[in-house]
């Protein structure tokens, strides 16, 4: 079992930065992959990033160069460091948790960008 609880959301304007917070506990070195994922109004949830167990990292190319996901050493907190944000990334961010054969979510961030 894993435990993710999201914090960071805020409203922020266009070109503004936001540094988004996963808080994970249980079973944490069964986690493979952790990911950051994001669902706008009326769309579809989207994978964002993605961080693995040895450090390496992955990037849906929309946000390459202007997002940034890391963790803590002890791999209990996990972040998406976000730049140059626009009105279009507006939705609730997920952090997700793979493990060999389950997966965990958490309850979502909201991300609202707007002037």
């Known amino acids: 079992q894993v435990h993710l609880v999201e914090s960071g959301g805020d409203l922020v304007q266009p070109g503004g930065s936001l540094r988004l917070s996963c808080a994970i506990s249980?079973?944490?070195?069964?986690?493979?992959?952790m990911n950051w994922y994001r669902q706008g109004p009326g769309d579809k949830r989207e994978w964002v990033a993605a961080?693995?167990?040895?450090?390496?990292?992955a990037y849906v190319p929309s946000v390459k160069d202007r997002f940034t996901i890391s963790r803590n050493d002890a791999r209990t907190s996990l972040y998406l460091q976000m730049s140059d944000l626009k009105p279009e990334e507006t939705a609730a961010y997920f952090c997700?948790?793979?493990?060999?054969?389950?997966?965990?979510w958490g309850q979502g961030t909201q991300v609202t960008v707007s002037s």
């Open positions: 961080i693995t167990r040895n450090g390496d990292s």
């Open positions: 249980g079973s944490i070195s069964d986690i493979y992959i």
């Open positions: 997700n948790a793979v493990l060999r054969q389950d997966q965990y």
